[in-house]
């Protein structure tokens, strides 16, 4: 089969297609012809040597799929050849078959094409788990959250789901482009992080109360600001690094506030985990999904030739949602 390969780490140019072993599953795993991929930054990690997969995983990119059943594990039960599916992966998406854990399959959901359902598994399996769990973020109706980069893949998904089950949105983006599309998303308060601080329009909005939850993709740039924007009783759930690994955390302020630091992560948790946040996410957003008010955010969909540009563009952060790679 072909498959996106690293050939060293470093930048996009590492990436190449070539012939590689098909994989064969295991007696819980199915195998699915790939129909589509997706970029996700922990993919440029990967690649530039900085984010290893998990033991045991495939060592070709790929943290999620859609595509078609091709076989089955002797111990599957409840699917079968034929079936179109997308799925969360450890690893193993940029090629044209994949084995997956049977626990981490997903349907595609109803008005949703094969290919745009690559979109879908690690958002909506991520922002389930990390912000309406019980985990983290346990957001409810009526209470406040602030979506960083919500013009991000999760940050599409986030307001939508968030803005779906009643709570009020409040999102940063760079661009006006992006924080008009966030609106049109469903975000009711925006701000320009390159002109505004988020903290003092929060504190003007919510006079002074603050926001029940943030889920933040920037680490250790955002930290004091983000326990500052907190209300009380919040919750701060990190998942990003994009600004950087070490920061500066006021307990004073965490303490008065009676906050608390959530870190999230789901590509390394063992398969019950993951096959319980799947079961969880399917029961709780594909019918947001199928009801329409969820849907898959792709900016474009490019080949599994084109890995290469598609990650140039992802890292530009030029993008609005995914970017996918058509497989078949």
């Not at 690893?91 to 094969?114: D, H």
């Not at 320009?192 to 603050?210: C, L, Q, S, W």
């Not at 630091?261 to 999904?289: F, S």
Request: glycine content about 12%; overall charge negative.
């Amino acid at each position: 089969m072909r498959a996106v390969v690293i050939t060293e780490f470093g930048g996009p140019d590492v990436l190449a297609v070539q012939d590689v072993p098909d994989p064969t599953p295991k007696a819980d795993e199915v195998i699915i012809d790939v129909a589509a991929t997706a970029i996700n930054r922990a993919d440029l990690l990967q690649r530039q040597g900085h984010y290893p997969p998990p033991p045991g995983a495939s060592d070709i990119l790929g943290m999620e799929c859609s595509g078609t059943i091709a076989a089955v594990g002797e111990t599957v039960a409840g699917w079968s050849v034929g079936d179109e599916v997308c799925a969360l992966l450890s690893g193993g998406g940029y090629a044209e078959k994949v084995a997956v854990p049977v626990g981490q399959l997903l349907p595609v959901p109803a008005g949703v094409s094969l290919v745009d359902a690559a979109a879908l598994p690690e958002v909506t399996c991520t922002v389930w788990s990390m912000v309406f769990g019980n985990e983290a973020g346990r957001l409810q109706p009526g209470e406040r959250i602030l979506v960083h980069g919500g013009s991000s893949g999760i940050g599409t998904a986030a307001i939508q789901i968030a803005h779906g089950r009643g709570a009020e949105v409040l999102t940063t983006a760079g661009t006006q482009r992006k924080l008009d599309f966030c609106r049109e998303l469903g975000a009711d308060v925006v701000v320009n992080y390159r002109d505004e601080d988020f903290v003092e329009v929060i504190d003007r909005h919510t006079d002074g109360r603050g926001v029940d939850v943030v889920l933040d993709n920037m680490g250790a740039s955002y930290l004091p600001r983000n326990v500052a924007a907190l209300a009380t009783g919040g919750r701060l759930v990190v998942l990003g690094m994009q600004g950087g690994v070490r920061g500066e955390l006021d307990l004073g302020a965490l303490l008065t506030k009676r906050g608390t630091v959530h870190a999230a992560g789901l590509r390394a948790r063992p398969a019950a985990m993951k096959a319980e946040i799947v079961a969880e996410t399917q029961h709780a957003v594909w019918p947001m999904i199928e009801a329409e008010q969820v849907r898959p955010i792709i900016d474009r969909t490019l080949s599994l030739d084109d890995a290469g540009d598609a990650h140039r563009l992802v890292d530009s952060s030029d993008h609005i949602g995914k970017v996918l790679l058509r497989v078949r």
